[in-house]
């Protein structure tokens, strides 16, 4: 029934808007040929309003919400890219505002007066070059600084960099952290089982002290160095609040480093949140789930950082050494990763 | 450039022969209105195809911003309308990500690629070149059926019971190759695929033939240089096309293999549910790259053909010739070369070699420069003019405020480090949208409002088109601006509801604030659709040459003549921008086929 009654009410307004618009241009039709310019000047001062209301809009907008964006990057690399995104907006917002004022005002100074005639100005070299040039040199700065800054994020990862791994899934993160060695198992995709979700080749002694964690946990200044993989669609390791992302590609194994620089704490300081944290999230539509892959992240002091790591048990040898153990006592049980390998080659 | 080539083809001849005797054969109302070969009727029969696409679209997206704007309400009443989508009177989150593909598709392919191009290339390049149809009127007809059988069957794949495509109108394989991943991954993506191929040949019949036409059909003393800057427009976009179009066809044959045929083009290490999937060596970032090679020259198919409109009505409405003729076509060219090397700036973040990246980001920002020359260019065409603000222009005023805001935010994306952090963040879409969405619909208003006339040789109602400015220009603005502040605080696209996270959570007032915009926007809409239908039927009649412009096309009958001309073609003898030329002249205007006075002669520029 509200239904009904909101398509007929909807219905009326059309059928009164184009009654009316039909007697206005009929009157406007009627009128003498001197009563053209009025109705020039009339459509001009309606679009230049709408042009400058808008222009104003947008300029008190960007102030009110300015206060409503990111914290401040928690991260090295944030800092630089908040850095140039400011140069940036320098940049352009000042050729946003000149343009759309010249714009609107030229609408409203050079609408159509009978007496007046157009300025016949086909062109004009000198200007074409001008604003080729000008453009170019401020593009020519912007491509300067972001090349700079992009060589940075994506330069060598420091040596003492902790090393952990993020894998995506449908629709979740896995994360594991390399351990004392710094180094993680290798993986094969033919060895994932129930109790090998990655696929970790347990042959390889580096996996031994590899655990997996429910939350990325990461002291404050030191480098971190994540390897980022998928196992089955595209997603997107994205850190909001680090101002960084990366894709995760099944198959193509892809890599980013960076240096937290605030710790939870502080943060719930500055941005006086008690409830603050930081989040992992995923970038990349990857279906029905993609907007619930949550991660907690905590950056933590360097002894906190290492009072956790003694907390976190080896995978290896709380998971997989005792049900391998377990099998090995049963002798009809086949190993592992047979089943799934059988399957691959059948293919 | 005094000297013009006589252009008197063979297939002139044919066409000029055809047209004395055309209108003497019978024609029924198939022949007349259905199966046309006259590009006059296929323009408006892609116009009217665009326009249910158009609603059938923006219908999607008021039905996703209602998921966003009010994530916890329940909704009966969508529920009773649409029950397939709904459970509990919310949106299933499968049906939210179909609506999103399908209104990413359906508005960049079926409303902004064919519609955009098939209206204006048909109903413009032969009237204003002169000549009397397309090269081929057949290819053409065949171009537009083509485009209708793809269209059938996208709409026909929102029906299926696994639903449409939900991959994203991008649909990055393994989500778009696996049915496991995505249940629209099913037959829905099926269809997509066939439906896409079938679009793609429509496009190539199309682009091919309006290329043919402007380089063999052009009348007599219309030297490329005396052309219009639409036909310039429309010309670049056709060769665009031509040349981008069969890419994204080879990826979608391999995505075919793969989902089909057990190929590995695109996938490779994939394990779903705790299960090993037997692809290897393939490379989902190929698919990428093939892609985005058809996918960035498709932004400038789309913004190409309504800057030309734009140009070619700023100047006609301001009544002085377009400020740097030959700098607007050069510009074009240079957006035409530079759109080709650009593709990988969407693929940043993948992973891809940082000196490729930066490689990318060069290019990219190159791209600005002849983007600036235009909207330079524009602000001092309007500059000392003497502008009629009237639908058209007006409309053309708003596509150059949408351009810059929207181009403005391109040198951010552009830029590798600075799209670190706002890479597939609503930043993107406002940008997108302000940019390429609503600045080319804000061209095709221009267009229709501005050629109107010489479809249905009678106007529009003004006021019922001052409403629609007021409403479009505004209301996009609210819609898309409040985006850039999500994006600069983070929030992701694509994401069904926001309040599984804190972080991206606090905007639900501007969400709803963006969700009421959008629906009064697409109500907006529907006051221009009554406008053009009442107005085929009651509009006031239109005079010869109502907007007193200089191109051929107002030299055309008005009740629109198969052959177009009576008797022999137009001869042009002037460039088409003499407008206001002679200070001393009450008539400001000198159409393209009046010969030059031995005074002109002289004058060294412009005729």
Not at chain 1, 158 to 174: L, M, S
Not at chain 2, 171 to 186: R, V
Not at chain 2, 440 to 468: K, L
Request: charged share 15%; net charge neutral.
């Amino acid at each position: 029934m509200s239904i009904i009654l909101g398509l007929l009410t909807l219905v009326l307004l059309y059928i009164v808007i184009v009654q009316i618009s039909k007697a206005s241009d009929l009157i406007k039709s009627l009128r003498s040929g001197d009563k053209e310019e009025e109705t020039f000047g009339n459509s001009a001062i309606f679009v230049s309003v709408l042009g400058f209301g808008i222009l104003i809009y947008s300029i008190v907008t960007s102030f009110t919400y300015a206060k409503t964006l990111l914290p401040p990057p928690a991260s090295e690399q944030g800092v630089w890219i908040q850095w140039l995104i400011n140069i940036t907006l320098l940049m352009t917002g000042s050729v946003f505002v000149i343009t759309q004022i010249l714009l609107f005002w030229f609408v409203y100074k050079y609408h159509y007066r009978k007496d007046r005639k157009a300025y016949f100005y086909a062109d004009n070299n000198t200007l074409e070059v001008a604003w080729t040039v000008v453009p170019a040199i401020a593009l020519t700065i912007l491509i300067g600084l972001g090349i700079q800054k992009w060589f940075k994020v994506f330069s060598p990862t420091p040596k003492d960099a902790i090393v952990i791994e993020a894998t995506g899934k449908q629709f979740a993160w896995v994360i594991r952290y390399a351990g004392k060695d710094k180094q993680l198992g290798k993986r094969d995709f033919t060895l994932v089982n129930s109790d090998n979700e990655l696929g970790v080749n347990w042959n390889d002694k580096a996996s031994h002290d590899d655990f997996i964690a429910d939350e990325i946990v990461l002291p404050v200044n030191k480098p971190v160095s994540v390897n980022i993989g998928a196992l089955d669609v595209i997603h997107n390791f994205y850190l909001p609040h680090f101002r960084l992302m990366m894709d995760a590609v099944p198959g193509v194994p892809t890599h980013l480093w960076f240096r937290p620089t605030i710790t939870t704490e502080e943060m719930k300081k500055i941005t006086n949140n008690p409830n603050f944290e930081y989040v992992l999230a995923c970038n990349q539509g990857c279906g029905s789930g993609h907007y619930n892959m949550k991660k907690k992240v905590r950056v933590v002091s360097v002894e906190e950082y290492k009072k956790w790591m003694k907390e976190q048990k080896s995978y290896y040898e709380t998971v997989v050494k005792p049900a391998m153990a377990e099998k090995e006592a049963a002798p009809t049980a086949e190993s592992a990763a047979a089943p799934v390998a059988a399957t691959v080659s059948a293919h | 450039m005094q000297t013009t080539t006589v252009i008197d083809s063979p297939a002139t001849e044919h066409a000029h022969a055809h047209g004395h005797t055309g209108h003497h054969h019978t024609e029924t109302f198939l022949s007349k209105y259905i199966f046309s070969l006259d590009h006059k009727t296929i323009g408006k029969q892609f116009l009217i195809m665009g326009m249910i696409w158009a609603v059938i679209g923006g219908l999607m997206s008021v039905i996703f911003r209602i998921q966003l704007g009010w994530p916890d309400e329940t909704f009966p009443i969508l529920e009773k309308m649409f029950a397939a989508w709904y459970t509990d009177g919310k949106l299933n989150p499968e049906a939210y990500y179909m609506m999103v593909t399908m209104h990413g598709t359906i508005m960049v392919f079926f409303v902004l690629t064919a519609s955009l191009s098939g209206t204006f290339a048909n109903i413009l390049i032969p009237l204003q070149i002169g000549a009397r149809d397309m090269a081929s009127p057949l290819m053409n007809a065949l171009s537009f059926w083509l485009f209708f059988a793809a269209s059938v069957i996208m709409f026909g794949s929102i029906f299926l019971p696994t639903g449409a495509a939900s991959a994203g109108w991008t649909i990055y394989p393994p989500l778009s190759a696996l049915p496991q991943t995505s249940p629209g991954s099913g037959d829905g993506m099926t269809w997509w695929l066939i439906a896409m191929v079938l679009f793609v040949a429509s496009t190539l019949l199309g682009g091919l033939n309006y290329v043919s036409t402007v380089l063999n059909m052009r009348t007599k003393g219309m030297s490329m240089f005396k052309m219009p800057l639409t036909v310039w427009a429309l010309f670049f976009t056709a060769i665009i096309g031509i040349l981008s179009f069969p890419v994204l066809v080879s990826a979608v044959v391999l995505l075919i293999f793969d989902r089909s045929l057990g190929t590995s083009f695109y996938l490779s290490n994939i394990v779903i549910g705790g299960q090993a999937l037997p692809y290897a060596g393939g490379s989902p970032i190929l698919f990428q790259h093939l892609f985005w090679f058809l996918g960035h020259p498709e932004v400038y198919i789309v913004i190409l053909p309504a800057m030309g409109m734009v140009s070619e009505i700023l100047a006609i409405h301001s009544r002085k010739p377009i400020f740097g003729y030959k700098a607007m076509i050069f510009s074009i060219l240079g957006i035409t070369v530079l759109g080709f090397i650009v593709w990988a700036h969407h693929m940043f973040m993948t992973g891809m070699n940082p000196f490729l990246g930066s490689v990318f980001t060069l290019f990219t920002l190159l791209i600005a420069i002849p983007s600036a020359v235009k909207v330079f260019n524009w602000l001092t065409t309007l500059w000392r003019g003497n502008i009629k603000i009237n639908p058209p222009s007006m409309f053309a005023i708003g596509f150059v405020s949408m351009f810059i805001s929207g181009g403005l935010t391109g040198i951010w994306l552009g830029n590798s480090t600075v799209d670190i952090q706002l890479h597939d963040t609503y930043f993107v879409i406002a940008h997108f949208h302000i940019v390429m969405g609503i600045a080319a619909f804000f061209g095709m208003f221009a267009g229709v409002y501005h050629w109107f006339p010489r479809m249905f040789g009678r106007m529009m109602n003004e006021t019922m088109a001052y409403i629609h400015f007021a409403i479009t220009f505004v209301g996009s603005y609210l819609i898309f601006w409040p985006m850039h502040f999500l994006g600069l605080a983070g929030v992701p696209r694509r994401y069904y509801t926001f309040n599984e996270f804190e972080a991206f959570a606090h905007y639900g007032t501007l969400n709803k604030v963006i969700s009421i915009a959008a629906i009064i926007v697409f109500l907006g809409q529907l006051i221009f659709l009554v406008n053009f239908f009442w107005s085929i039927k009651r509009g006031r009649k239109s005079t010869q040459n109502p907007w007193q412009a200089n191109t051929l096309e107002w030299t055309s009958p008005i009740e629109g003549i198969h052959g177009n001309w009576e008797g022999d073609l137009p001869e042009v003898h002037r460039w088409p921008y003499d407008y206001s030329r002679d200070p001393n002249s009450d008539v400001d205007f000198i159409p393209q086929t009046v010969p030059l006075t031995e005074e002109e002669k002289k004058d060294k520029i412009h005729h």
